[in-house]
DNA sequence: CGCTGTTTGGCAATCGGTTGTCATTCTGAG
DNA sequence: CTCAGAATGACAACCGATTGCCAAACAGCG
């Protein structure tokens, strides 16, 4: 009679608040506004409510929930290629603030394929409050087709209009060129990326300023692949080359490169200093010990999702009353110093002259 | 007067079945079943409402389709680690596979906390037709809870009356206690992972059959975390140790194992030989190369999330009918022999005996 | 021509919350 | 004692699809 001898029904599913509210006593919008709208209901009715419930066990159906409101908790989180290390700790953080503020993210993994990444968007808009795109794959224009839909944050790209989270690659390029010319080196090349990459286009041109202000030979070789294959086709493409440094889009690419190196018999950083970009799992370890630009990973994913967690709140309460600060938040980076660069080489500097 | 100049309504959200019938001129149960059961609807009918349906650029809510059918075509996989390049190829596999099913993957990341692990399932369970539990951290009784409500899958583990997906530990760890012993190797140590490990377990009864099989001393050491700092404490233990061989229960404590024994003037595989297992991203670029018994992590995932997708199935057609075959898939795995691994040094050999 | 059987489409209930509106009760001031 | 106004809870209409049941239409058969 009292606990669970309920006999017939309600076998399979979880109470509803309309078993809560019959329990209690009350309209089952009582119940409902006892735990959304709190203060509407007196307090002690509320109490009472409240433990009635989690006696029952009752948890509001998130579904049900969403489907007038709009309210489903989770937002996306779409990654160009999930099994690049660059992601790993950008997933972490996104998923810790995600999970502070009471939302659930959703990873999806588009493979490097704009194709997919459009059926990502296709599949996922229509069941998340908002959407952070990691280093997209998709134009301009497809991309504010979706902010249209949904509120977006990009990162490690801007948009205009959009906001977005990226690195101040600008200043970490000029950190890492001035660390090699302070080791003597006056002939640097920078191994770019995909050519579509907005990151890519900032090093590039953040390269290019730092090496014409310091009157340094500065040269450029790609596109390649951002992947240990394409740092080995840049190897063998570099070894021709009369440069005792490199600077690479990333350090995939530079772990590939310095493998190509030695397999052509060219030691790194005795013949050669490599830079690479973002500090990714696995660039401690590598042979020789990578010195890189760090990107702060982590922070970038906890910002992101704390700028849509920000866009979403606005949103809610005035849909288009604020002006759009277009806010683009930048954060900085840090020039590790490892093992893969070194002062310049004479034998090396010679050949180069 | 053509496409969009519809006046007043309809801004925001995008057209309903109520809409599309409005148009097609039919009721919209028409619509929804022209779309959820074909065949049900004559075909002429049927192909003008899906052509008017088209034209409104009309898409299936997946919200309100889930209401009352609780098929929201999601699934989670809940790693205990997303930073883990263990589970990079996993949830690519698992994620190809769901997307092929037209199902959504939700990514939920728990930080190696059983605790995060339960809050993560109360709050995906509701949302989710089914989960995968990847190197779950909670109890064997925790798990079945969360089975109870929706259909499970769990990876790397065995549990009973829940279908698994599992790498053959057992004759992996045979292959590598065969090639130490064919490279001269008369004692062999285990550097063993966490205590409440399933994988640990099973490696490390294989690894005492094979030893003992073959006449080889076989010790273990350990439990250490399954980290590069786990394999450096493990590093120094070993360091007064007498033997030529270990083998890491992973790769990253593999890893950290080699640096370990790099700072204190061990070479591998000159002095030492270290085995890994599961071959992750990176084991093939740190400094040996590390030879591993390898998993195949991308199988692994896709396995998984078809187990659970046929698990799927079977629940919607007829609940309890199978006798449930208590289904555990096993994937073979293959050893990938590098340069951490050498013949046994005679001086040290000397110094063990 | 009448009867049975099969398509096919419509009606309406349902999933489980949310929320606008209204009625009731209670409080306190005049 | 009366009445305005606030506090509180109930009613009912949604959100958008699914689906059991029924009726109309139609074909086929004797």
Redesign the interface.
Known sequence: MSEDSDGNGARRSSPTIYDVAAAAGVAPSTVSRTFSRPGRVNSETAERIRRIAAEMGY?T????R??PTGR?S?IAIIVSD??N?FF??I??GA??TA?AAGY??????V?ESADAER??L???L??VEGIVLATSRMSDSSIRVAAKQRPTVVLNRTTTDIPSVVTDNARGMKRAVHHLADLGHTSITYVAGPQGSWADGVRWRAFYDATTELDIRGKRVGPFAPT?AGGLSAAHELAKDATSAVISYNDLMA?GMM?GFVRQGISVPDDISVVGFDNI??SD???PPLTTVAAPLHSLGAYAVQTLLAELAKTSYDRQAAPKPLKVVLLPSQLVVRGSTGPRNAVLAKRAS
Chains 1, 2 share one sequence.
């Open positions: 948890r159906n998130p579904v049900a969403a489907l489903t989770i999930v099994t290390p790993f700790e997933i972490r998923e810790e999970s659930t993210l959703l990873v999806a993994d493979n059926k990502a296709d599949r996922t229509p069941l240990q772990i493998r799992f696995g370890f590598c042979t």
